[in-house]
């Protein structure tokens, strides 16, 4: 057990929402900014393994909650976008 955001956790899934949190959000930074954004496939699988227990297309959207509707890709897309989809992020936006 560890402690995340003043209560106790799994350590294993707070490794997860760590994961989770570096890889989409690190996603986010790169391509808001225009970089490119490479990460490593262990972030990426732990991240997905975290998010696939919350992604649904039917998801609720808003700033009041925490994932948006997922958005499908095919099986074959790199993982890194099969990650961020997952999240609700489109891997195709680009900044305007």
Known sequence: MTRIAGGDAPAAMVGLIVADELAVHGWDAARATGQPYACEPELLDAARSFLIQ?????????PDVAFGPSRALPGDA????RVVALAGRDPGWQPS
């Open 54 to 62: 919350f992604a649904s297309p039917d998801a609720p959207a808003g």
């Open 78 to 81: 790199p993982l890194v976008d």
